[in-house]
């Protein structure tokens, strides 16, 4: 009997797991199989949701005018989970699997633990003078590493202070705020004069944590890679959230509905983070506030210096080492990445500002949006977005994240005797310690 390798097995599994998926969603979507193309070529792109994809199909259509390709593109649409784990096959594998691929910010680690699956995308991005026409934070930092861009996204995640002007008003809250010590005192005065809350604390994800301290240019990582918990960044923002809880001004996040009610009912008079938060999020949760919300920059650490913003989130397109098509492949998602005709798509879709910088010269990026009182949000996106600091990738990250939340986070928010420093302190150490596990 002919033996059987690890790399035939992982090989097979990916066959056979592709032609399921593939054959479900061609069912589903009515397609027709790749023999009844013609004589193009067939490239395969995988992704997890429709939206996602909507503009990119738009902008193939206007890549074949413009450009007049010898190919087609099968678009299959995978459960997140399944899809993920399927490319991971392909990377252990060595071989097989689609041309180009969504991955979404917390999976691209997953790939980069050793020989990396994807194209990198950043000397052709510099050949076609496009490179500085990015913001990069958003659309190449997440997907970037030891010096290469493997992925790119179009969705600027810029993040803002989005607050119930309604509120705000009836209280008196001053919206010239500066700082985040000046936020605090404007909180405490809320608080005192209504019982509410001028911004809860999140304690069971890395959320607030992160982009505050990333507004400060800290992160989980250092460039290396190696994770980065304890610094004085990530103590001082911690230290901010717990002394929030200790003054009583502040409150822990609600779980589920409750957190929609308090928003709702303005109980929690603001949020922060980036548009699919503050746009997708409130608008899909909580329609009945149209007309009720605000923005503006991140109140400073620092009176006159220090970003007014940060970056959460994000999905990039790939393409993939292994695919027959990889020239190709690598020419379309980057001409759909900088055209502005294509991006302008996906705000038509899905309200996206996107990370192409040269898309802003059109004003509908900047129209008022009415659930936002007719502010002129993208304006606004616009101002703050070159400030966004660097994030660091790693390939540790799940590893990383997940011990900060259970050891760094979670503890001394809800045991306020606890210090922050020390709690990061051993987040720092368990998690330097399963890397070392895992690499040893």
Known sequence: MASVTRRSLLKGALAAGAAVAGGSVLGS????????????KTLNFWAFTDSRIAWQKKAFELYKKEKNPDFEINW???????????????????????DMADVEISQFPRYIKGDVLFVDLAAKLKQ??????????????????RGRTYGIGNELNACLLSYRWDVWKKAKVDT??????????????FHRDTGSYLIDQAYLD?????????QQRGGFFHPNGHPALDTPEGVRTLTWMQNAMKAGWSTLRPTGQSYNVALSQGKIASLIGP????????????PETKGKWHLMPFPRWEADSGARTATWGGTGVTVLKTGKYAEEARDFVLFAHTSARALLDDFEIRQVWPTYKPAFADKRLSQPLPFFD?????ALIHQVSPEIPTAYMSPY??????????????????????????????????????ISFVTA
């Open 29 to 40: 979507c009515g397609q027709a199989p790749n023999f009844n193309r013609g004589v193009k």
């Open 128 to 145: 076609m003078g496009e490179w500085d026409n990015l913001y990069h934070p958003s659309a190449t930092d997440p997907w970037t590493w």
């Open 374 to 378: 007719n502010q002129r949000v993208g």
């Open 397 to 434: 990250w799940p590893e990383t994240t997940s011990t900060f939340v259970r050891v760094g986070l979670t503890p001394p928010m809800q045991n306020l005797r606890m210090s922050p420093r020390s709690a990061l302190t051993a987040a720092q150490r368990e998690s330097a310690d399963t």
């Open 176 to 189: 010239n705020i500066s700082t985040w010590e000046h936020f605090a005192e404007e909180a405490k005065r």
């Open 76 to 98: 299959l649409i995978l459960p997140f989970t399944q899809m993920h784990d399927q490319l991971l096959i392909t990377a252990q594998a060595g071989s097989g699997g689609p």
């Open 206 to 214: 890395w959320s607030q944590w992160w982009m505050q301290t990333l």
């Open 275 to 286: 548009s699919w938060q503050f746009s997708g999020y409130v608008q899909q949760n909580i």
